[in-house]
């Protein structure tokens, strides 16, 4: 059972424009989430984070926000730039830091210029 | 910082025929170690996690084995290879205690032919 879910397999936005990714969560235990990207053929790279005790972390263009009632983040990239087209993962983490990362399925982002 | 170095790049195999792929890390000691797998369509699925020189445990059940000789280094095995293990894999680590990401190597492309 997907713990971790990104509904949107694909999302595509213009150059310039707000991009807009999704995640939902099911565990309420989690209490830490990532954000990666990947790019073909390479390892993900961490992106940004928040921890539950927050609702928005912001580093440069990239925004997350968290929801906790309703088990949703969100990442927002502003303005969006041809580069920023990858794949992009949520994670999430138990409050154990031994514990491997959950992973969802990933959003391709096509940022078209 | 901490890097992973993962080799090699890409592999094509027989069925039937036996894999090892290895897994280093720099720039830090007793980290926590992962192999994941992205097949097409699938995210990024969890197969091992090892905390410490000696420690597996295996997340699905599987033609694969792991094994971690050395506190920086990290082994994936099979015996015999099948057609449904071709994917992507990655080896990631990370620093354990809570809020931390996991850092990820380049990837391994195998196609089992």
């Known amino acids: 059972d997907q713990q971790v879910k990104q509904n949107s397999p694909s999302l595509s936005v213009q150059e310039g424009r707000i991009s807009i990714l999704n995640c939902d969560y099911t565990n309420s235990m989690f209490d830490y989430f990532l954000w990666y990207k990947k790019y073909p053929a390479e390892g993900p790279t961490f992106l940004i984070s928040?921890?539950?005790?927050?609702d928005k972390n912001e580093d440069g263009r990239f925004t997350v926000f968290l929801n906790k009632s309703a088990k949703h983040l969100s990442l927002h990239i502003v303005p969006s730039q041809p580069g920023d087209s990858a794949v992009y993962f949520c994670a999430a983490r138990y409050p154990s830091g031994n514990t491997p990362l959950v992973f969802g399925k990933g959003t391709r982002l096509s940022v078209i210029a | 910082s901490q890097t992973i170095h993962q080799w090699p790049a890409t592999l094509v195999q027989p069925v039937g025929s036996p894999l090892s792929l290895e897994c280093t890390v720099e720039?830090?000691?007793?980290?926590?170690l992962y192999w994941y797998r992205q097949a097409a369509g699938r995210g990024l699925q969890l197969l091992f996690y090892?905390?410490?020189?000696?420690?597996i445990s295996s997340e699905v059940p599987q033609n694969l084995s792991a094994s971690r000789p050395q506190d920086r280094q990290f082994i994936l095995s099979s015996k015999k290879l099948l057609l449904s293990d071709s994917g992507f894999y990655l080896c990631a680590g990370s620093l354990g205690g809570r809020n931390t990401e996991a850092f990820f190597g380049q990837g391994t492309r195998l196609t089992v032919v």
């Open positions: 928040i921890s539950s005790i927050k």
């Open positions: 720039g830090t000691s007793n980290p926590n």
């Open positions: 090892s905390v410490g020189i000696g420690q």
